[in-house]
């Protein structure tokens, strides 16, 4: 089986990247979905998202997490901060610096949004064995860092 | 370890869930920085990638997968119809309907902007053994039912 590796893919493996692809595709559906229903925009809400993720960050480390232009990223953080989803702050590390901080935990309309999704995850999860369940999230961790990976090489290559 | 499943959830469901989130704000950029690169809109893009899942459909159910406006969808298949992603057709089996039928597979561009992921993914697949990839390719068809299930429910609900 070991010489599968350097082979053509099994079934399987083919099977799987589908899956994955599936995935993907409905991932992006939902959060455009959960983004117009909180009466955002997409890349608006995906910064949200970022910063929940991330904490506070610079709006040059946004602009390069997202792929948006620094113009852009300076609008949308703009229009966060006018709705209360996030705070500019001078950055107590480097006071020259300026942090974009997110609140948006405390609305509660984001976390009642997102409610469903997360007590669904969490009965999924729960249908499995502990030893399952660290596989599955070992394997999220692993997809991704290659997503990660992807998006640099992305970012990296010039635009048409 | 079953009563788990009505009590607090432990930490590794909770990180779970948090990987889960991850994994989607990764795969959303992900989907932006292609669709950039390939000088499509998001949601172009995003309706080439679920006409490549599903195969034709009317402009109607690309309306309601996108969760996009009648009229919007209109204009969105006209633009990829023009950059030949996309070709309108009568419904083989039902004249008076119009269905959309993806092309985009012959278009080398979007093949060769996937294929690093592909080939990433393949050789994390082909890293796992058979009942762990199975175990694993099960789970990604449960996360797609949910997030299936997620979509419907917010777009049965009124939008802000």
Known sequence: MSSNQQDQPTDLQENFTLRMRGLGTRT???QQNVAA???LYNNDYLSVDILHEKGPITAGELSKLTGLATGSVTALI???EKNGFVRRENDPNDRRKVI???LYENKEEVS???HPLHT???KLASSYKVEELELIT???DKASTILDEQIEHLNST???
Request: proline share 8%; net charge positive; glycine share 4%.
């Open 100 to 102: 974009i901080v997110p």
């Open 37 to 39: 229903s909180l009466g």
């Open 138 to 140: 070992q394997f999220l």
């Open 120 to 122: 669904a995850m969490l």
């Open 28 to 30: 992006v559906v939902y």
């Open 78 to 80: 703009d229009r966060l």
């Open 158 to 160: 010039p635009r048409k």
């Open 112 to 114: 009642n949004t997102y």
